[in-house]
């Protein structure tokens, strides 16, 4: 193994983005912080040695797989259904295969109410080459449809199989058409359970008959991405990218570690950008006033979180440091985690009306994308349910803040559900009949959202 220079490797940065004013006996603090990843290289393995204290100078790059993808196609009946539904499936399986790096571990999974190894079988995985790339294509002629449909299962061999691998990034990509309705929700939250932070997963549905909090469960559960693909035809485009965005991943398993002083706590954490993730209730201990909160893989990318802080009440012109924010990475020996990045985030009392009420423009504008994210699924459960008043008002509202922020991707969505009298006022009105595509893709969507403008 061989030393990296800086330009090299991953290098992480944070940036925080507050108001640090409260008045007199004020207690929350509120930061936006921005962590950018940039600088990782695109072949080999990236590991920090045992002892390294130092990782802008201790990363070290190894030869061989840097990664394991398990591809998770359904192959249950409704598969058939168009025929061309499960051809597409095989073509984007294929496309996928096809982008995967030589060196890369991957299996191939079918679907249905049990999970069967396709490709290579034996409880193994193989290594991305042209002959291993050659024989994967022709497995799929084994992709055929019939059965049901139990996720669970098929995340569990997933689980099984990527867990053999001496790789640092654990991929799944997952394919489903229909309701997981051959195991129930308690066997599905329980696979869910015990495969998180072990391995991330991009969760697609294809056409207009699965059901959107099933799908978006498992990319929130296994930190990565749900989309919906109402058109087969679109697998094969879709799946290339997702192949390409998960071996753009060079580091895996980094947390954000969050230390407060005593008598402060921890209100919320929440991943606003590029899209809204509670991280609240996935908290680890990580020593005295501290804890640890998963981010997943990491590319060249940068994402925002919010943290909000509850901070003890004092009187005007004392100030404290309210927390301390690290980007942290597991060590391979078990032993101190190395800190990647830190930024602080702090807290002045102040009799300054002015600075006290100012709310920093990071924080008011993914304060936004939250709310509007929230009301877009109170909207469309409202409508499902028939309470057409409590629709119009919510997703009306939605439209407002979708305009008032810039979000224009989902402005587009929900114009296709409402018609928009006044964006700016909120006013609205319910379409009489929505095509189910378009319902499904704003739901699925509903989490997506834009950064501050400039």
């Known amino acids: 193994m061989a030393n990296f220079s800086k330009s090299d490797v991953p290098r992480f940065a944070v940036e925080v983005h507050q108001n640090e004013f409260l008045p007199a006996g004020g207690r929350e603090v509120n930061a936006i912080v921005t962590v950018t990843a940039t600088g990782g290289g695109t072949t080999g393995r990236l590991r920090l040695p045992p002892g390294a204290a130092d990782p802008a100078h201790t990363w070290t790059r190894e030869s061989g797989p840097d990664a394991a993808v398990v591809l998770m196609v359904d192959c249950s009946g409704s598969m058939d259904y168009p025929p061309a539904k499960m051809r597409n499936a095989r073509d984007a399986t294929a496309a996928a295969i096809s982008s995967l790096r030589d060196g890369v571990a991957f299996a191939v999974v079918a679907g249905t109410h049990r999970a069967r190894e396709v490709y290579p079988g034996g409880g193994r995985l193989a290594v991305a080459d042209p002959d291993s790339r050659g024989e994967a294509l022709h497995s799929l002629r084994g992709l055929t449809a019939g059965g049901g449909t139990a996720i669970g299962t098929w995340l569990r061999l997933a689980d099984r199989l990527l867990a053999g691998a001496d790789v640092s990034i654990r991929h799944g990509i997952l394919l489903t058409d229909g309701r997981n309705e051959h195991e129930s929700p308690e066997d599905?939250?329980?696979?869910?359970?015990?495969?998180?932070?072990?391995?991330?997963?991009?969760?697609?549905?294809?056409?207009?008959?699965?059901?959107?909090?099933?799908?978006?469960a498992v990319a929130s559960a296994l930190l990565g991405s749900a989309d919906i693909v109402a058109d087969p035809a679109g697998l094969t485009e879709d799946f290339r990218r997702m192949m390409e965005n998960a071996m753009g991943k060079e580091v895996a398993d980094v947390a954000?570690?969050?230390?407060?002083?005593?008598?402060?706590?921890?209100?919320?954490?929440?991943?606003?950008?590029?899209?809204?993730?509670?991280?609240?209730?996935?908290?680890?201990?990580?020593?005295?006033?501290?804890?640890?909160?998963?981010?997943?893989?990491?590319?060249?990318?940068?994402?925002?979180?919010?943290?909000?802080?509850?901070?003890?009440?004092?009187?005007?012109?004392?100030?404290?440091?309210?927390?301390?924010?690290?980007?942290?990475?597991?060590?391979?020996?078990?032993?101190?985690?190395?800190?990647?990045?830190?930024?602080?985030?702090?807290?002045?009392?102040?009799?300054?009306?002015?600075?006290?009420?100012?709310?920093?423009?990071?924080?008011?504008?993914?304060?936004?994308?939250?709310?509007?994210?929230?009301?877009?699924?109170?909207?469309?459960?409202?409508?499902?349910?028939?309470d057409l008043d409590g629709a119009t008002?919510?997703?009306?509202?939605?439209?407002?803040?979708?305009?008032?922020?810039?979000?224009?991707?989902?402005?587009?969505?929900?114009?296709?559900?409402?018609?928009?009298?006044?964006?700016?006022?909120?006013?609205?009105r319910l379409k009489a009949k929505v095509a189910e595509a378009d319902e499904m893709t704003l739901e699925t969507r509903s989490t997506k959202t834009v950064r501050v403008k400039k």
């Not at 939250?189 to 059901?211: I, K, M, N, P, Y």
Request: with cysteine.
């Open 256 to 386: 954000l570690r969050l230390w407060t002083p005593v008598g402060t706590e921890i209100g919320f954490v929440k991943q606003v950008a590029p899209s809204v993730e509670t991280l609240t209730g996935r908290r680890t201990p990580a020593g005295p006033r501290a804890g640890d909160y998963p981010t997943g893989s990491w590319g060249d990318e940068s994402r925002d979180y919010h943290v909000c802080v509850k901070v003890p009440a004092a009187d005007v012109g004392q100030e404290m440091l309210a927390a301390r924010v690290s980007l942290v990475l597991p060590r391979p020996d078990g032993g101190t985690p190395e800190t990647l990045a830190q930024g602080l985030v702090r807290a002045v009392w102040t009799d300054d009306t002015a600075a006290s009420t100012s709310i920093n423009a990071q924080v008011a504008h993914y304060t936004g994308q939250a709310e509007l994210a929230r009301v877009i699924q109170q909207g469309l459960d409202a409508r499902k349910a028939g």
């Open 393 to 428: 008002a919510r997703l009306g509202r939605a439209v407002q803040l979708a305009d008032a922020s810039g979000n224009d991707e989902t402005a587009k969505l929900l114009a296709k559900v409402v018609d928009v009298v006044d964006a700016a006022a909120g006013t609205v």
């Open 188 to 216: 599905l939250r329980a696979a869910l359970d015990a495969c998180a932070g072990r391995f991330t997963c991009d969760a697609r549905g294809v056409g207009t008959d699965w059901e959107v909090k099933e799908v978006t």
